[in-house]
């Protein structure tokens, strides 16, 4: 099966950075994604990394080291909008061989202050 | 907006009841997933269809059941409700393949149970 481990919350400050933590253990491994969810709402994918190394998406930024089965997401320039939930999530191989659905970690609460 | 429909977007029922959930796909995606998120147990997978036919199958309850339909609907069947399935159910669709990775959740159905 997949267990993901991520810090149930953090709290940063607007306009500063931020990483988010997460270590995975799987049985196969198809990558590291990561969603953002806002309260009430739906999980928007926000990045993905396969293969090791960092991964820019404008103010995200995502990291994957596979022999350490862990990865990180790191926010710049941090918003109040971006207080939310973020999730990291990986789909590994299912009883079959095949692709599983994704398993999620528990959730990342972050917090911004102004 | 993801693309992704469900209807309805809130239910509530009584224990021993059944319901059904009604989820559509982005145009062209072909792989449709359900999710259940509750308080204590995250987000958790529970079954993915492919095109018609079911792929893979996570944590779902016997009590549970889904299908995906020719024109690529889904609809996820709960009876036998109890007060413990009071959740968020998401749908998700993707493009199988290279970029299954990134799923597109619809807005979800809050089913509550009483």
């Known amino acids: 099966g997949q267990s993901l481990e991520q810090p149930s919350e953090v709290t940063a400050v607007e306009g500063a950075i931020v990483q988010i933590n997460c270590t995975y253990q799987?049985?196969?491994?198809?990558?590291l994604s990561w969603y953002q969810q806002h309260d009430g709402g739906a999980p928007t994918f926000l990045s993905y990394?396969?293969?090791?190394g960092l991964e820019e998406t404008g103010r995200f930024s995502s990291f994957l080291s596979r022999s350490d089965s862990y990865g990180y997401l790191l926010l710049q320039e941090l918003q109040m909008k971006d207080s939310a939930s973020y999730f990291c999530a990986v789909r590994g191989l299912n009883s079959g061989g095949g692709a599983d659905g994704l398993t999620f970690g528990k959730g990342t609460h972050l917090i911004i202050q102004p | 907006d993801s693309g992704v429909t469900q209807t309805p977007k809130h239910l509530i029922t009584a224990t021993g009841q059944r319901v059904t959930l009604r989820c559509s796909p982005r145009s062209g995606d072909l792989s449709v997933y359900w999710y259940q998120q509750s308080l204590d147990q995250g987000l958790q997978f529970l079954i993915q269809y492919y095109n018609g036919e079911e792929r893979a199958k996570g944590n779902i309850l016997e009590r549970f059941s889904a299908q995906q339909f020719p024109d690529l609907h889904s609809e996820l069947n709960l009876s036998s409700l109890e007060l413990g399935d009071s959740a968020l159910y998401f749908c998700a669709s993707s493009v199988e393949g290279r970029d299954s990775y990134e799923q597109y959740f619809g807005p979800g159905t809050r089913l509550t149970v009483t």
């Open positions: 799987t049985s196969g491994f198809y990558g």
């Open positions: 990394n396969a293969l090791d």
